[in-house]
């Protein structure tokens, strides 16, 4: 059964950090392109990032770019994001996916493309 359970949200000052993760069952990390993606209320579904270990290739939606790090810990099972300066726009419900329907499937992945997904974590960014 695939799970997912994330962790590391909560509130954070402008320009401070965050590190999320997210603890797999499953399915294997390094098998799967996996990454994660936000939402925000009122707002569509965004994507954030992705990693593809199978083909060592990382991508970055441009909100995030030069201040988030995306990594995996294989033999932990766990996919986490680094968020680094964080901004007043990333507050949303960040959610680790996974495309489990390709095997082999390098990044990008849009996050209409994502078939397994976890419930999120809510991040908050204020003074």
């Known amino acids: 059964q695939v799970q997912f359970v994330e962790s590391g949200g909560g509130l954070a000052q402008p320009g401070r950090s965050l590190r999320l993760s997210c603890v797999v069952s499953?399915?294997?990390?390094?098998?799967?392109?996996v990454g994660w993606f936000r939402q925000a209320p009122g707002k569509e579904p965004e994507e954030v990032s992705c990693?593809?270990?199978?083909?060592?290739?990382?991508t970055y939606a441009d909100s995030g770019k030069g201040r988030f790090a995306i990594s995996t810990n294989n033999v932990e099972h766990t996919l986490y994001l680094q968020m680094n300066s964080l901004k007043e726009e990333d507050p949303a419900i960040y959610h680790c996916?996974?495309?489990?329907?390709?095997?082999?499937?390098?990044?990008?992945?849009?996050?209409?493309?994502?078939?397994?997904w976890g419930q999120g974590t809510q991040v908050t960014v204020s003074s």
């Open positions: 996916a996974a495309l489990l329907g390709i095997a082999g499937r390098s990044c990008p992945v849009a996050v209409d493309e994502f078939d397994f």
């Open positions: 499953g399915f294997t990390l390094r098998d799967y392109a």
């Open positions: 990693i593809s270990n199978y083909f060592g290739r990382t």
